[in-house]
């Protein structure tokens, strides 16, 4: 068994109606991703946009928890890359609430600085793999702006490809999802599901990022045990604990008035878990939960030396259809008859059908492609105030860039055995 860290997601957009072209080439799934255009991007425009999408981030958080009361898991970043993509084509009051919902800076700030967004991310490492990649489908024959096309080939990065979705409506289906498994690693293989694809669909918009690291400081799978992990006061289940006792390194920590922060590097200290674990119980610290408060938590964190750290092993993924949370959210529009794209066609002909979303993730020692969790609980002998973070009921995690804290991927963790 591999033991490394595995998060993979991808976000889609259909849009429907309309008819006729652009000669396209298809797609490639193995050619490495190209580079998008950054000129003109700085590091407060890449501030600017690190913000909007976790801002974003949180607010997604706060609708989907409200009918979500399981473990969780999303890609902010691929969601805000996919609907990026679609917002160059919006006009009006459907650009206005995309503009909001999503906190976009203007479009001179956002092109160049989530340019540049994307090509850190896809930047070799020899210490972890991190990587994503846009695509755009479009129906054979139909006729999309071609200023539109070289924006989201120049920007985002796109690949671009003819698919026939009116007369081999399944066969794009299929093109599409083994062009995502490829992309993460087979974790998603079915993103597109039977019916959402039909004669009237005429492109298609998809992210997929992928990441795979190990631990900077790994957990020893000799410590891991079976430990208990509670659901809730009386609900308690038996998990895979991992755990790490008096360690000799320095983690960033917190201990604030609601909670407890830690942070668990990965190897090259690019990217980092954050562990946000609550006191007493999660909707204490999940309603008020926003991208300021976290940078507020962040600011309290200082290196120190913990006496022990204790984190359940998990694996699941989540699988979303977001119409509803962003019609909710402010941008109806965009998904009714009124809605205004075009900027993609010069006509007002398009709207979405669907933006889907999912995400995997297995967590373990080494990593993750994990698979348990380990916390041993030691005695003390004489009374003292000891810096123990034991993750033993509900909790969120983030899954961040360190340099710019552009969040990645944000779960919650309910119940580490479903």
Same mark, same amino acid.
Request: glycine content about 4%; proline content about 3%.
């Given at each position: 068994m591999r033991k490394r860290l595995v998060l993979t997601t991808a976000v889609i957009l259909l849009l429907a109606s309309g008819v006729a072209g652009a000669g396209l080439l298809p797609l490639s799934y193995k050619t490495s991703a190209p580079k998008a255009n950054a000129k003109g991007s700085s590091s407060r425009g890449i501030k600017a946009v690190v913000s909007a999408n976790n +801002?974003? $981030?949180?607010? @997604?958080?706060?609708? @989907? &928890?409200?009918?979500?009361?399981? /473990? !969780?898991?999303?890609? =902010? #970043?691929? !969601?805000? +890359? $996919? %609907? +990026? !993509?679609? #917002?160059?084509?919006?006009?009006?009051?459907? $650009? +206005?609430?995309?503009?909001? *919902? %999503?906190?976009? =800076? /203007?479009?001179? *700030? @956002? &092109?160049? /600085?989530?340019?540049?967004? #994307?090509n850190g991310i896809n930047k070799a490492s020899n210490s972890y793999k991190l990587k994503t990649g846009n695509a755009l489908w479009v129906q054979k024959q139909f006729p999309l702006l071609e200023k539109y096309i070289k924006r989201v080939k120049s920007y985002y990065a796109a690949r671009a490809s003819n698919l026939d979705f009116v007369h081999q409506t399944e066969r794009s289906r299929l093109t599409i999802n083994r062009y995502i498994a490829a992309q993460t690693n087979n974790r998603i293989k079915n993103l597109i599901a039977k019916g959402y694809l039909d004669e009237d669909s005429r492109f298609v918009l998809t992210n997929a990022i992928y990441f795979k690291g190990a631990w900077r400081w790994e957990f020893d799978p000799r410590l891991t045990y079976q430990g208990d992990f509670r659901i809730t006061p009386e609900k308690i289940v038996k998990t895979p604990m991992m755990f790490m006792s008096s360690t000799e390194v320095a983690f960033n920590y917190a201990n604030t008035k609601n909670l407890q922060i830690l942070e668990l590097p990965y190897k090259g200290n690019k990217v980092s878990m954050l562990v946000l674990l609550p006191h007493t119980n999660l909707d204490s610290i999940e309603r008020s939960l926003t991208a300021s408060k976290v940078k507020q938590y962040r600011a309290k964190m200082k290196p120190t030396i913990m006496d022990s750290i204790m984190l359940p092993k998990f694996e699941f993924d989540s699988k979303y259809e977001l119409n509803s949370a962003l019609s909710k959210m402010g941008m109806p529009t965009a998904f009714t008859d009124r809605a205004d794209f075009s900027g993609m066609t010069g006509r007002r002909e398009l709207s979405l059908a669907f933006v889907l979303h999912q995400a995997y993730v297995k967590v373990d020692e080494k990593g993750t492609e994990a698979t348990g969790a380990t916390a041993v609980g030691g005695s003390v002998t004489s009374v003292r105030i000891t810096n123990d973070f034991h993750a033993n009921h509900p909790f969120l995690f983030l899954i961040q860039e360190k340099k710019t804290g552009n969040i990645l991927f944000l779960g919650r963790v309910v119940d580490p055995t479903s």
């Open positions: +801002a974003f $981030a949180f607010d @997604l958080y706060s609708e @989907l &928890r409200k009918s979500e009361t399981e /473990n !969780m898991l999303y890609s =902010p #970043y691929s !969601m805000s +890359a $996919a %609907l +990026a !993509m679609t #917002y160059e084509g919006a006009r009006g009051k459907t $650009a +206005a609430e995309m503009k909001s *919902v %999503l906190h976009f =800076p /203007n479009s001179s *700030v @956002l &092109r160049s /600085n989530f340019a540049a967004i #994307y």
